[in-house]
């Protein structure tokens, strides 16, 4: 079944009158990349007469989908019928194409070439006949004239004739090895002119017929004036995709500051090689949804109490009418539209940010992923260790900045380094212009954590027990064995309730700096200043009292 535009495209390229029929090759130009998908602008250049011509365009990438494909008419010209096969690729009628020219010519005088040679080869051979036709007349001469001699009785005559005939014999032999050794390197040179010849001819048929495996482009073009024309072919290609990655190297000290290198991996699978194009980066996601999702009114009822413990005794019904239940359930589902599925998904806040990359690059299909660098971006940066006794033995590096660029740095991959040493990867968040972000720089072996409770109990309160008790101190150190000076976030989890029945106390020494920061309820923070060599230690105690005949979880 033909789709309506190769049907019409069909009855149009078969109507009389057209002027000429062009084939030319499309130069990939310019590739817009997005998730997941890639526009590709192909440019064809053409010099042609005024007038309606039939265009073709060989070497598509196979399988190109027709709806994302667009034909743009320059100036002064106008497009017509568009039609794209995938099969059935049709033979290219323009024998007067420049290219095809040169090859015809190619093979006419690579034939010629072989002509000579076959005529110079026959000339040598015929030196080799001559020379072997002329020993023969000496061994003839030879034979005849000796028995002559021999009859006689002359010994002269015959030395000097068996003199004569040696030195000729030898002279013909020389020459027929001579012109033997020339033929056979002739032979050797018609060789080479034979293999040129078959590429030549196997050229040729390569422009007369295009190649199977990709897709041809056919269109109509009028133009209102002789010229030179190029016109922008622009698809829709599958199976490409680029992400960003980063180096974000942190520099410690008075001076805190954090550089990030960026540069983005780009792969492609369009089936073809992108050679020398200029490219674009786009955050776009044009294969996702595009419009917001449905709502579905969710009608509320009441009943009686009555009603319900009826609607429970349906438990109680038999198979039979549990399965007509179903059934007409069925029924009311098809009757009434069903709510879209939600998903979640990434959230951009309607930006969409686009790079274009300096210079014209080549991405190879099929091949491993390409990285290019962008840029370098700096930052300011403010640096502490922060620690968790309760989980961890050490302190750890970290870093909050503020991006302070004009765009936003797009989630991706990242390398990350401290004061210049490698310390592990991790993956940077969507951040937007003017935001904030803590990220981690790796394990500072030198700040110690230890994490000890000295004292706990848990038993009755007073002679006659009303109320329960848990008791608990907890003895947090940190031990700075850097050789610099640290700031210091200490964090501690502690019981917290919701029940008025169940209390709970507790005291910290030193005093904590924040209680359940950020609204994470039952976690305290410490800000400490530790110098080199010291040791800070934080002593916490809490209670927790509760009813007897309660249960502690």
């Known amino acids: ?27 990939v130009d310019l590739v817009t990349i997005y998730p997941g998908l890639a526009t590709v602008t192909r440019l064809i250049t053409l010099d042609l007469p005024a007038g309606q011509h039939d265009i073709i365009v060989p070497g598509l990438p196979e399988g190109l989908s027709p709806q994302g494909l667009r034909v743009s008419a320059p100036s002064g010209t106008q497009i017509g019928a568009v039609n794209l096969a995938n099969d059935r690729l049709p033979v290219t009628p323009d024998q007067t194409a420049p290219e095809i020219v040169a090859a015809k010519a190619e093979v006419e005088r690579l034939e010629a070439v072989l002509r000579d040679s076959d005529a110079a080869i026959a000339a040598i051979r015929l030196r080799v006949a001559a ?7 000496l061994q003839n001469l030879a034979q005849g004239r000796a028995s002559d001699a021999l009859t006689q009785g ?27 050794q020339e033929a056979k390197a002739a032979e050797r040179a018609r060789q080479d002119d034979l293999d040129a010849l078959k590429d030549a001819k196997q050229a040729l048929a390569a422009l007369m017929v295009p190649d199977q495996d990709g897709s041809v482009l056919t269109f109509t073009l009028n133009a209102a004036e002789a010229g030179a024309y190029t016109v922008d072919i622009s698809s829709l290609e599958g199976f490409a995709n680029w992400s960003p990655v980063y180096d974000m190297r942190l520099t ?102 686009t790079y274009t990359y300096p210079g014209r690059v080549t991405i ?33 590096r970290m870093a909050e900045f503020t991006n302070s660029t004009d765009e936003v740095l797009l989630p991706g991959q990242a ?77 501690e ?23 359940n920061p950020e609204g994470r309820r039952g976690i305290l923070e410490w800000d400490l200043e530790l110098d080199a060599g010291a040791k800070q230690e934080i002593v916490l105690d809490y209670n927790l009292t509760w009813p007897s005949d309660y249960v502690l979880r």
């Open 154 to 180: 002359a010994i002269a005559d015959i030395q000097a004739l068996a003199q004569m005939v040696g030195s000729e014999t030898l002279a013909a032999r020389q020459t027929a090895f001579d012109a033997e």
């Open 1 to 27: 079944m033909f789709r309506p535009l190769l049907s019409t495209s069909m009855l149009v390229l078969a109507c009389p009158g057209f002027a000429d029929t062009f084939t030319a090759d499309a130069r």
């Open 364 to 396: 190879r299909n099929g091949v491993d992923d390409l990285r290019l660098a962008l840029d370098t971006i700096s930052l300011e940066a403010d640096v502490w260790a922060e620690a968790v006794p309760s989980r961890d033995s050490i302190a750890y």
């Open 131 to 137: 020379a072997d036709a002329q020993i023969t007349f």
């Open 493 to 515: 989890a502690f019981s917290y309730t919701e029940q008025e029945d169940l209390e709970v106390d507790f005291t910290a020494s030193p005093s904590f700096t924040r209680l």
């Open 252 to 353: 410690t000290g008075d001076a805190a500051a954090l550089d990030i290198d960026r540069a983005v991996v780009i792969s492609q699978q369009s089936g073809q090689d992108w050679n020398d194009v200029q490219l674009v980066l786009s955050t776009a996601r044009p294969g996702e949804q595009t419009a917001p999702s449905e709502v579905w009114p969710q009608p509320r009822r009441i009943i009686s109490k009555d009603d319900l413990e009826r609607e429970r005794g349906v438990d109680l019904l038999s198979a039979d009418a549990q399965s007509f239940a179903r059934s007409g359930a069925v029924m009311m589902e098809e009757a009434m539209p069903a709510p879209m599925a939600v998903t979640a998904q990434a959230d951009f806040s309607g930006a969409t940010v």
């Open 415 to 491: 390398l990350l380094f401290a004061d210049g040493t490698m310390i592990g990867f991790d993956q940077m968040p969507l951040l937007a212009a003017g935001a904030d972000q803590n990220m981690g720089f790796g394990p500072l072996d030198g700040l110690r954590l230890t994490r000890a409770t000295p004292a706990k109990s848990e038993g009755g309160v007073g002679v006659f027990t009303s109320a329960n008790q848990l008791t608990e101190q907890v003895v947090m150190t940190v031990d700075n064995l850097t050789g610099q000076d640290w700031s210091v976030l200490v964090r």
